[in-house]
């Protein structure tokens, strides 16, 4: 497995370094890896503010910046509407950070393998929470170090770690198993028998804890992973494996009654009754998705333009509902009712291209050695599971979540756009004063 402990240039190995940290500390200690990876992006636009200024897409999210203050501006309750900055612009800024630092394939597989590693001790946990009945609330100096773990899990019988949800751990879990298996893959292929057995069990554990956080929506993703890589490998048996399960499951939950019956003999009530919600039967109507997406999308019509404010969903909904609800469960949604379509088209168009981008560039064989081209496609994979992701939730509110989430967009759009240099002037293009 090629590495990279040491940056290629020799004056951004601070910033990598607080990245590399920060990136293996962070589901402990969020606070600390946050500022060390804001840090290290804050350090890189110092140094390379020439290679962040002129890069297309950070001109893009410039432009997206300042329609959100004008969405704020406007906005019925302007207070909560630009405390709801704090989870898009400090972002904007770590992406042109790292999108920076990040240049090489390399840097790709080291942030995968921090990644899993540092996600072993958060399954443990969230084994121990379930099985165990680990339960413990862990503060240093407020919030340095800020730990809850709950016994039983959250919401009860779902995993959910240190997580504020099962939803948002199974998010994490997912990011994870596909980065795992990439890493497996590569360390197969070299026969190095050590690391693959970590990593294998590392793979394992995750996709256990993946079943038991109960989220449709992290098994969904999961499935896209392993599909993504069959279909990757011209694995066909596992292709036809893999269909056959989700058909098995699909028509025991929603087949006709006695099409049904016969494929409940053999699946498992905890993933039919799980996606039909017969396990939940009395959920009421106002908590159903289409109910939330209906709601925001008539906001969306109302105010086009600027939307009515970031954070005002909520209020919205609790004042035609009489219900509590943090957010419509659809980030498009929330984002085009919040601040509007142009600046929800904007956003969307901005990571669309950092995806299409990392697609052109795994066509690109002259660029990518066959050997880097899985750690590349991993990225892509990682990226369509939270595009998925959150068109049924969103994980913008959640720190840890939406961290890792723009360090991942960095990290592919920074070897996308340093080949597209290569490319353009036959050599990296890179300030070294």
Not at 126 to 139: A, E, H, I, N
Not at 147 to 165: C, N, T, V
Not at 331 to 360: D, H, K, N, R, Y
Request: charged share 10%; net charge positive; aromatic share 14%.
């Amino acid at each position: 497995m090629k590495l990279a402990f040491n940056h290629p240039n020799p004056r951004l190995q601070t910033p990598w370094n607080l990245t590399q940290i920060g990136l293996l500390i962070f589901p402990l200690s969020p606070l600390v890896g946050g500022v060390s990876i804001l840090l290290a992006a804050l350090r890189t636009c110092q140094q390379q503010y020439r290679s962040v200024i002129h890069s297309p897409l950070n001109r893009g999210f410039a432009l997206l910046s300042i329609l959100l203050i004008i969405s704020c501006s406007v906005a019925d309750d302007k207070t909560q509407a630009f405390l709801g900055l704090f989870n898009l612009l400090p972002f904007f800024l770590v992406f042109a950070g790292l999108s920076t630092l990040i240049q090489t394939t390399a840097q790709l597989r080291q942030i995968a393998g921090i990644f899993v590693i540092g996600s072993i001790p958060v399954v443990i946990m969230g084994f121990g929470q379930l099985f165990w009945g680990w339960s413990f609330q862990l503060q240093v100096l407020w919030i340095l170090l800020d730990i809850g773990l709950d016994s039983g899990g959250d919401p009860p019988g779902r995993m959910a770690s240190i997580f504020m949800h099962a939803n948002l751990f199974a998010a994490y879990l997912a990011i994870a198993f596909t980065l795992g298996i990439a890493l497996c893959l590569e360390e197969w292929r070299s026969r190095s028998k050590i690391p693959t057995v970590l990593l294998t069990v590392s793979v394992v554990t995750s996709f256990a804890a993946l079943i038991l956080t109960d989220s449709r929506n992290g098994w969904a993703i999961a499935i896209v992973a392993c599909l993504a890589y069959a279909l990757y490998k011209s694995w066909y048996i596992i292709i036809a494996g893999v269909g056959s399960i989700i058909t098995s499951v699909i028509l025991a939950a929603f087949a006709p009654s006695p099409i049904a019956e016969a494929f409940r003999r053999f699946v498992p009530a905890y993933f039919w009754a799980r996606l039909n919600d017969q396990m939940y039967p009395d959920r009421p109507v106002a908590l159903m998705r289409t109910t939330q997406w209906e709601f925001a999308w008539s906001l969306t019509q109302q105010q086009p333009w600027t939307g009515w404010g970031l954070r005002s969903f909520s209020d919205l909904y609790k004042a035609q509902m009489q219900i509590n609800l943090g957010h419509p469960h659809n980030l498009f949604l929330m984002l085009s009712a919040e601040t509007g379509l142009p600046s929800a088209l904007l956003f969307f168009g901005c990571l669309a291209w950092i995806w299409v981008g990392g697609v052109q560039l795994l066509q690109k064989s002259d660029y990518l050695a066959k050997e880097d081209r899985l750690i590349v496609f991993s990225y892509i994979v990682v990226i369509l599971q939270w595009a998925i992701f959150n068109t049924v939730d969103v994980t913008l509110f959640d720190f840890r979540l939406n961290t890792i989430s723009w360090l991942f967009f960095s990290a592919l759009w920074g070897v996308v756009y340093s080949s597209s240099r290569f490319n353009r002037y036959g050599e990296e293009f890179i300030d070294h004063r």
